[in-house]
């Protein structure tokens, strides 16, 4: 008789927890109206040139006519890492986030790749959703960290199929810079018989705690990082040996570089006068954990380069 008695008031209880978890999906509802956001995200298999990939895709309710927008993740985490920002952007437009070979549910090279790889695995993933056929022949793409420069590289090899490009976090780096991040990152990892290498790998996974992350949600980035172990490090060497500063003059999209007060700010505007065409904004206000603690602010900036100078 009394689980009876408090039943409604546990139901009230779980109700208000779910409208309190994510304070930027729920405004983002209201400035866009609830009935365009996406409630689901779908998850897929395509083939692809190493084996099986992996992607996330959230559709508006009703069809548009903006082109998709491509995401590509840092490393070692997944598509996952976007969850929330997927269903911001995803109340106008489709959102495809893919797995790079060998994280999260993605196959892996058998061989040390490369961010040409990479790129072309992405391209791979598109043409087997038929994104070209179906939304015409372009998209937009954004890349964060290692995902900036497999962005970058996709719209250098294929650039009437990438229209812009959002890049928040540029790991440029040339010369003997290169080299010396190449040493410090691109390091085979090992496995401790005491599980010490497991505390290195939840302190990154949980650096933005400090600054408000929940723990679940840190806990979900240190279980993505723990599907590419020991083998993360391959996408390090795919980073510092890509000579970015020889590939991205060759880009004639438009671009927005974002950085922030945590990592990579020096390297992002750095690389700032190789493009040919960009613009860079600054948030002082995000350090860590942006996707997760500022999305509303990032999807809003992104929808407004992305919308630039098109019909409504």
Known sequence: MRLLQILPY????????????????????????????????????????????????????????????ILFHPVPYSGDYFHSFMRLMAHDRMVIAIDTPGYGDSAAPGELPT?????????????ALGIRGERGSSVDVLGYHTGSLIAIELAVQQPKLVRRLVLPGLPFYAGEEREKAYKRNAVPET?????????????????????????????????????????????????????????????SQPVMLITVAGSLK???????????????????????????????????????????????
Request: glycine letters at 4%; proline letters at 7%.
């Open 10 to 69: 546990l139901h009230a209880v779980i109700i208000a927890l779910f409208a309190c978890a994510s304070p930027a999906l729920a405004s983002e509802k209201a400035r866009n109206g609830s009935h365009n956001m996406p409630e689901t995200i779908e998850r897929d298999f395509v083939d692809g040139p190493f084996g099986q990939i992996h992607v996330r895709i959230a559709r508006p309710a009703t069809r548009s006519s903006r082109p998709p927008l």
């Open 115 to 127: 961010i040409q790889d990479y790129a072309k695995s992405a391209s791979a993933a598109l043409d």
């Open 191 to 251: 496995i401790n018989d005491d599980g010490s290498h497991l505390k290195s790998k939840w302190e990154f996974s949980s650096i933005a705690v400090p600054s408000g992350l929940p723990l679940a949600r840190a806990q979900d980035h240190f279980n993505d990082s723990m599907q590419c172990y020991p083998n993360c490090w391959k996408a390090y060497h795919a980073v510092f040996s890509y000579e970015s500063d020889k590939r991205i003059p060759l880009l």
């Open 266 to 312: 020096a390297e992002t505007e750095a690389a700032r006068p190789l493009f040919g065409n960009a613009k860079i904004i600054h948030f002082a206000d995000i350090a860590y954990g942006g996707f997760d603690l500022h999305t509303g602010k990032l999807a809003q900036t992104t929808r407004a380069f992305l919308d630039e100078n098109d019909p409504e």
